[in-house]
Nanobody, 126 residues
Framework: QVQLVESGGGLVQAGESLTLSCVAS????????MGWFRQAPGKEREFVAA????????NIAGSLRGRFTMSRDSAKDTVYLQMNSLKPEDTAVYYC???????????????????WGQGTQVTVSS
């Protein structure tokens, strides 16, 4: 069982930046592909970003490229989501997820992620 804990959410103004962190409980984190998803009120959960366990494949949702980036620090069992130039439409609960397959990949499909964190709220005011 993998436990994931997100942090870094909060209330910001449009145009500002936030960095979310997600810490995994297992030392095998170095072999886990990781993803970020978000869910706004009344909307379905959507893919934000993913990174392979090798760190050399990063997938950012098309509409977010240029503003969001994802990285990992395996020494700290942590992945990060750097969010710049935030917009009110970025308001959502952001979830970290783990894809423990041995294949290095950065998949956008939620069904590939059996482990999820509790989420962290990001609110962007206009």
């Amino acid at each position: 069982q993998v436990q994931l804990v997100e942090s870094g959410g909060g209330l910001v103004q449009a145009g500002e930046s936030l960095t979310l962190s997600c810490v995994a409980s297992k030392h095998a984190f170095t072999r886990y592909n990781m993803g970020w998803f978000r869910q706004a009120p009344g909307k379905e959960r959507e893919f934000v970003a993913a990174i392979s366990w090798t760190g050399d494949t990063i997938n950012i949702a098309g509409s977010l490229r240029g503003r969001f980036t994802m990285s990992r620090d395996s020494a700290k069992d942590t992945v990060y989501l750097q969010m710049n130039s935030l917009k009110p439409e970025d308001t959502a609960v952001y979830y970290c997820a783990c894809d423990p397959t041995a294949i290095p990949r950065a998949t956008p499909s939620p069904s590939n992620y059996p482990y999820w964190g509790q989420g962290t709220q990001v609110t962007v005011s206009s």
